[in-house]
């Protein structure tokens, strides 16, 4: 982006005007283009935009435009393989938060559905089967990711948590969404339990005899023990976040874009801090 357009990175961010307004600034010189190679379960390199920390600010900021859409992406089990498998757990359980938040998001719809229900159902079929020795797993899950991505709606409550989570106490993004998912579907599961029994469902769990409400915390559950189950942290303070940082990360996630389709309108800080409690 800086190649091309010049200028200061925060010029070209993407800008959120609450409650469900997002701004993309336009980038007016054509990309050199980009080949990507794959090296974790994220799929940035299959969607317009991109993410940074910038330590000076300690937030996130996001730039977007279809012009940075690489123009051919490989993917290789060997390559995928090249990365710590820690990584590779832990961003794939982002990709499962991608394909989650979905499925119940404001804008959810049928094509995106399928897309996403079919991530959930790969990656928990897969991820507590990889290993560098597991090429078919490692590729599996890479295909869901990328499902994961192709299939998002926009994200929610997670999603714009964990922006802060990471921007303001430099928390890799993917531990952060592992953290927090269960506890931000229990938020969500009053507004969507319709939905997220979907997800249960294609997490393989029997939900005849269940409310649609019983079954979202059951697939709530699931998140959790399938997290813990790879060996991932499983609280905010693990990975360094003190208690008395949780207002400020709510009162920055209020300014994010990603609270514009979560299934409720997120109107004040209490549902974020309800999350970043239990989280914690």
């Known amino acids: 982006?800086?190649?091309?357009?010049?200028?200061?990175?925060?010029?070209?961010?993407?800008?959120?005007?609450?409650?469900?307004?997002?701004?993309?600034?336009k980038?007016?010189?054509?990309?050199?283009?980009?080949?990507?190679?794959?090296?974790?379960?994220?799929?940035?390199?299959?969607?317009?935009?991109?993410?940074?920390?910038?330590k000076n600010l300690g937030r996130k900021i996001s730039v977007a435009d279809p012009s940075t859409i690489p123009r051919s992406i490989v993917i290789d089990g060997r390559a995928l393989a090249t990365t710590p498998m820690r990584i590779l757990l832990s961003t794939a359980m982002g990709q499962l938060r991608v394909a989650i938040e979905s499925v119940y998001s404001a804008k959810h719809n049928p094509i995106c559905d399928s897309l996403a229900l079919h991530a959930i159902s790969i990656l928990v079929q897969n991820l507590p089967h990889c290993s560098e020795l597991e090429m078919d797993r490692l590729l599996n899950t890479k295909t869901a990711a990328a499902m994961a991505s192709l299939g998002s709606v926009g994200g929610g409550i997670n999603t714009a948590t964990a922006h802060h989570v990471g921007g303001i106490f430099d928390v890799p993004h993917g531990d952060a969404n592992a953290i927090m998912l269960p506890h931000s579907m229990r938020v969500n599961a009053d507004a969507s339990a319709e939905r997220q029994a979907l997800i249960a469902q294609a997490m393989g769990i029997d939900?005849?005899?269940m409310s649609d409400?019983?079954?979202?915390?059951?697939?709530?559950?699931a998140v959790e023990d399938l997290r813990n189950s790879l060996g991932l942290p499983g609280r905010l303070r693990d990975v360094g976040v003190p208690e008395e940082g949780l207002e400020l990360i709510a009162a920055a996630t209020l300014q994010d874009r990603s609270l514009a389709t979560n299934p409720t309108p997120v109107t004040d800080?209490?549902?974020?801090?309800?999350?970043?409690?239990?989280s914690w």
Do not use: C, Y
């Open 27 to 54: 980038l007016s010189t054509n990309r050199v283009p980009i080949i990507a190679v794959s090296t974790t379960m994220g799929a940035a390199e299959l969607s317009r935009g991109a993410g940074f920390s910038d």
């Open 213 to 221: 409400h019983s079954a979202a915390l059951a697939a709530a559950d």
């Open 1 to 25: 982006t800086l190649l091309g357009e010049g200028g200061n990175i925060h010029d070209h961010q993407v800008i959120f005007e609450p409650p469900d307004k997002i701004v993309l600034p």
């Open 269 to 278: 800080a209490g549902p974020i801090m309800s999350v970043l409690r239990s």
């Open 207 to 209: 939900t005849s005899g």
